[in-house]
């Protein structure tokens, strides 16, 4: 586990209930992350967290042509990290799309966690968050092409559509990643 990271994709209030793009039953997921966050801290094992962190007039919005409303604006409440997620201080924050005619689902996209984490000696990395689709498949996709051995947290993934995340699931294991839950991390550190 000494070579190892935890990465939290995007749980950010627009993609929790209530949220502009809220996934069903998000919420639910936080206090196991927060679980996650504890044993990890616990080990002095690194924690990331990826963030959409968009420009107003962002490509991915519907008004630009994109598939989604506006969501996760840097700087709004919409972008923050609810205040339950218990994220600690030494948390490394990678923002993503943040180039206004640039899409990012993954958290290696335009960002600097792909050199952040071979610096640090990091060969393994546990993923969680949301939407597991979307941004938790593309981050946990690259992770694999890059080499990294990967493992997504099943118990602290959430979803928009639940067929949907089947399948990126099937796609993410068929990729390479493993796959575990709490009681399998708790035993493995």
């Given amino acids: 586990m000494e070579s190892s990271a935890l990465i939290i994709v995007d749980v950010q209030n627009d993609f929790l209930e209530g949220g502009v793009l809220g996934a069903p039953s998000s919420r639910l997921i ?8 504890r044993v990890f801290e616990e ?12 420009p107003p007039d962002h490509i991915s919005f519907i008004m630009r042509g994109g598939r989604w409303p506006p969501h996760c ?7 923050e990290f609810p205040k339950e997620l218990r994220l600690p201080k030494s948390t490394h924050i990678v923002s993503k799309a943040t180039e206004p005619d640039l899409e990012a689902y993954s958290g290696f996209q335009g960002t600097d966690l792909e050199q952040m984490l071979k610096l640090s000696g990091t060969t393994e990395l546990y993923v ?10 593309s981050t946990v996709l690259d992770a694999i092409k890059k080499g990294f051995s990967t493992t997504l947290l099943l118990d602290a993934i959430a979803p928009i559509e639940r067929s949907d995340s089947e399948s ?7 990729g390479g990643c493993k796959v575990a839950r709490l009681d399998d991390i708790l035993n493995i550190i």
């Fill in 128 to 137: 969680c968050g949301i939407a597991t689709e979307y941004c938790v498949r």
């Fill in 43 to 54: 080990k002095n094992i690194p924690i990331y967290a990826t963030r959409d962190w968009h």
């Fill in 73 to 79: 604006v840097k700087g709004t409440p919409g972008a």
């Fill in 168 to 174: 990126a699931i099937k796609e993410m294991r068929q």
């Fill in 30 to 37: 936080i206090p196991i992350i927060n679980q996650y966050i």
